[in-house]
């Protein structure tokens, strides 16, 4: 029976922190890449240069980097899981940690909702409103998933001491069986399954790193099977060559989650987890402790907010004719990618500035209150809010926060009850002290 101990890596891995931070940055970097926007005639549009230009399909295996966050947000949850005070209940864990989310994500709906509803109102076209309220809702998938294997973090941790390393390799099983039955039959919906059994394998990952049952020989074998694997699933198997989901394809790799991303996080798990004693010594000298906490400081706020700059850097530059729009592929093309990003760079940490000013209000956790209910009433309302703002999420990444240019009623709803269910933690009431048999009253 595997134990959650101290022998295993520390609770405290500056490489980790690193890799959490970085992780986010790089996604950000690939979405700022892939927002071709385009302006024509007082017209916006949008182009995919993953279809337009089919070889940039491959750069998708170093952009897909999600994975390495999800394997640190499991060691993170261990850690966290097996610091808590014996006192407090797994619900008032599970609530804690949920509520840090829901609620930088909810001032972050809120916003956007209240931009949609006044540019309705001065008459912007519901077509324009669709695709920019995709464009600000299209990342908001990770939080769904996210929310999910941190609510089953007890499940996943008593799993662990129980079965250690058989936990991920069933999960991994599990996809293999949902991905061959999915494609084969044609019943694509059947994947779906794989949006918990990838990313919870991956979390389960990072709570056997923990524990230290990933040992730097494990972790280079596992690294080299995928790295052995993953040409063969692209090129003879039935998954494309792209990490992220590509207009057309027959198999997405991503939505829902593959083998072949599965195989992808092996070797990105495998290979950077085998660096971390290394980077540990290298980065806890120097201002690296320091940059490295401010990045992970910011990393929810740069995830939430980062396709915000894109909307209005196109607003703003591109009827100005401020960024060129130059044959798509050519040199001038990539030199305005890179230009692009720059911009977006500057704005975003203007945006980042103000944001930390007042993070009080814009990093704040969902507040809980007290309600004359059973604990165990409690925990269920618990568990049913976290699984309703998660579909909320999913439905407004899928539809964006103005589906055919309407406000998106069913996911607000969902979120809005579900946000509250998650707020409501049982009162505690004060006792008073029993009365012995002997007492005199005077």
Known sequence: MASMNTTGASSREIALDLYRSAAVMIVVIGH?????????????????????LPWT????????????????????????????????????????????????????????????????????????????????????????????????TP???????????????????????????GIATGYQEIRTANYFFCWAAIYQLGIAWHDGLLGRRLL????????????????????PVAMIGVPGVRVENSAPPSVALLTLAMVQIGVLFALVPVLNRALSRGRWPRLIGIANDNVMALYLWHMMPVIVVTVIAYPAGLLPQPPLGSGAWW?????????????????????????????????????PIPPGLAEAMLYVGTAACALALSLLSANGFAPDGHFPVI??????TGTLLVG???????????????QTHT
């Not at 080299?224 to 998954?239: D, E, I, N, S």
């Not at 006792?431 to 002997?438: G, L, Q």
């Open 155 to 181: 499940i996943a941790v008593a799993a662990h001491r129980r079965w250690g390393l058989a936990v991920p390799a069933v999960l991994a099983v599990c996809l293999v069986l949902v991905d061959v039955i």
């Open 32 to 52: 700022w890449l892939l927002s071709l926007m385009t302006y024509d005639d007082g017209e916006f549009g949008r182009d995919n240069p993953l279809v337009l």
């Open 335 to 371: 030199l305005a990618r890179l230009e692009w990003e720059l911009v977006l760079a500057v704005v975003t940490a203007a945006l980042l500035c103000l944001l930390f000013w007042q993070r009080r209000f814009f990093a704040a956790s969902a507040p809980t209150f007290g309600v």
């Open 424 to 438: 409501a933690r049982p009162r505690v009431t004060a006792r008073t002290p029993p009365v012995r048999r002997d």
């Open 411 to 416: 996911p607000v709803a969902l979120f809005v």
């Open 220 to 239: 280079i074998a596992v690294a080299v099977t995928g790295a052995a694997a993953l040409p063969l699933l692209v090129t003879w198997g039935p998954y």
């Open 57 to 152: 399909q491959w750069l998708t295996w170093g952009f897909q980097v999600v994975p390495v966050f999800f394997a640190v947000a499991g060691f993170a949850s261990a850690v966290s899981w097996g610091r808590r005070d014996t006192s407090a209940s797994r619900q008032e864990w599970v609530r804690r940690r949920v509520a840090r989310t829901l609620g930088p994500t909810a001032v972050y709906a809120v916003f956007v909702l209240t931009v949609m509803g006044v540019l309705t109102l001065v008459g912007i076209d519901g077509s324009v409103l669709a695709l920019g309220g995709w464009a600000v809702a299209m990342h908001l998938w990770f939080l769904a998933v996210y929310l999910m294997v941190v609510a089953l």
